[in-house]
T-cell receptor, first 111, second 112 residues
């Protein structure tokens, strides 16, 4: 079974902190995605990557950056966390643009 | 901006009834997918329909795609309480950029 693992299920950080959310997949997928999910807004794409060291901005990249140094790992970085970045963060991977496999999500609270 | 828009936003039906959810999108696509999300969890893939397909079945799920209207529907027949979840459509192409974009979802509640 494909497994996408996010490093934390719940996270509480302070305003201004630099926050790292890690995602690892075990199926050699070239595509990886980071979304945030907020009530009433569905899933919004933050960044995606189609290869190692490659990244593309999604719909809401402001305040975020990403890193993909190895194929299996895609990190989302909040450079200076703010309260409006309190959200559920979902990582996914896919082979091409077929079925995407999701991690369990990280619920981030910024206080 | 969101590519897919689901309708309705929320749907509540009795167990045993059929549930229909709709998705509209704006630009041309290669594939359209439907996913399910149980409360507080990641999404699980249900079905993928290609742009040259008009209908696809998987168990109690039936998906249709009308590329001329840029719309898709997901039908769940003989609903069960365990079908209670949020359902999302996802499209894979916006203005030439190959990325997977989701709509806002339909919250389905099946009443026993």
């Amino acid at each position: 079974d494909v497994k996408v693992t996010q490093s934390s299920r719940y996270l509480v950080k302070r305003t201004g902190e630099k926050v790292f959310l890690e995602c690892v997949q075990d199926m050699d997928h070239e595509n990886m995605f980071w979304y945030r999910q907020d009530p009433g807004l569905g899933l919004r794409l933050i960044y995606f990557s189609y290869d190692v060291k490659m990244k593309e901005k999604g719909d809401i990249p402001e305040g975020y950056s990403v890193s993909r140094e190895k194929k299996e790992r895609f990190s989302l970085i909040l450079e200076s966390a703010s309260t409006n970045q309190t959200s559920m963060y979902l990582c996914a991977s896919s082979l091409g643009l077929g079925e995407a496999f999701f991690g369990q999500g990280t619920r981030l609270t910024v206080v | 901006s969101q590519q897919g828009e689901e309708d309705p936003q929320a749907l509540s039906i009795q167990e045993g009834e059929n549930a229909t959810m709709n998705c509209s999108y704006k630009t041309s696509i290669n594939n359209l997918q439907w996913y399910r999300q149980n409360s507080g969890r990641g999404l699980v893939h249900l079905i993928l329909i290609r742009s040259n397909e008009r209908e696809k079945h998987s168990g109690r799920l039936r998906v249709t795609l009308d590329t001329s209207k840029k719309s898709s529907s997901l039908l769940i027949t003989a609903s069960r309480a365990a079908d209670t979840a949020s359902y999302f459509c996802a499209t894979d192409k916006i203005q030439g950029a190959q990325k997977l974009v989701f709509g806002q979802g339909t919250r389905l509640t099946i009443n026993p």
